[in-house]
């Protein structure tokens, strides 16, 4: 299992907000900056947020990026059909000296 | 505009060797950390190995370590992944991600590679 854990799944009809979480530790988030990874299928992962809350140039600011102690979330509001797909978060972790990964989530747009 | 482009990949039997290349384009390489994550079929991200901007600093995730070698050459602006012993379980496209310092450390992945398929089987 992931040393940072993310839901395996989310959900939300379009235009609902909906939020994923990310949780770990002291050594990991409770300390360093978390990254949120969006990956459509049969592609690379792209960059959707930066150092806990910053979003690079071209992502919408639908998407929305906040930590709160040794806990990460991701929030979409205004669910679109091409959110669809797959969500994972990253910190370093000092004690381990390794990035880590959640184990993603796959959000469903009912 | 900034590009990572991998190659190397292919089908080797256990026990055998591989070297990944990933020629970057676009940015000052040297100013950057760098690194490799690779994705089992169906599953998730897994990271492998950083190396910082100078390439004296290096990291490696525990399934991987006294196995792999990652290297950098700055005059051919191109990171490597040498990977020997390997095993069935190191199956996965290898994708190379440029990150947002010359800090392999902290500063996490901002461009990725298209990745490259490594199959590890007999």
């Known amino acids: 299992q992931s040393v940072v854990t993310q839901p395996p799944s989310a959900s939300g009809t379009p235009g609902q907000r909906v939020t994923i979480s990310c949780s770990g530790s002291?050594?990991?988030?409770?300390?360093?900056?978390v990254y949120w990874y969006q990956q459509l299928p049969g592609t690379a992962p792209k960059l959707l947020i930066y150092r806990n809350n910053q979003r690079p140039a071209g992502v919408p600011d639908r998407f929305s990026g906040s930590k709160s102690g040794t806990s990460a979330s991701l929030a979409i509001r205004g669910l679109r059909s091409e959110d669809e797909t797959d969500y994972y978060c990253a910190a370093w972790d000092d004690s381990l000296s390794v990035w880590v990964f959640g184990g993603g989530t796959k959000l469903t747009v009912l | 505009e900034v590009q990572l482009v991998e190659s190397g990949g292919g089908l080797v039997q256990p026990g055998g060797s591989l070297r990944l290349s990933c020629a970057a384009s676009?940015?000052?390489?040297?100013?950057?950390?760098m690194s490799w994550v690779r994705q089992a079929p169906g599953k998730g991200l897994e990271w492998v190995s950083s190396s910082s901007g100078s390439g004296g600093s290096t990291y490696y995730a525990d399934s991987v370590k006294g196995r792999f070698t990652i290297s950098r050459d700055s005059s051919k602006n191109t990171l490597y992944l040498q990977m020997n012993s390997l095993r069935v379980e190191d199956t996965a496209v290898y994708y190379c991600a440029k990150q947002e310092s010359v800090y392999a450390r902290f500063d996490g992945f901002d461009i990725w590679g298209q990745g490259t398929m490594v199959t590890v089987s007999s």
């Open positions: 002291s050594s990991n988030i409770g300390t360093n900056y």
């Open positions: 676009g940015f000052t390489f040297s100013d950057y950390a």
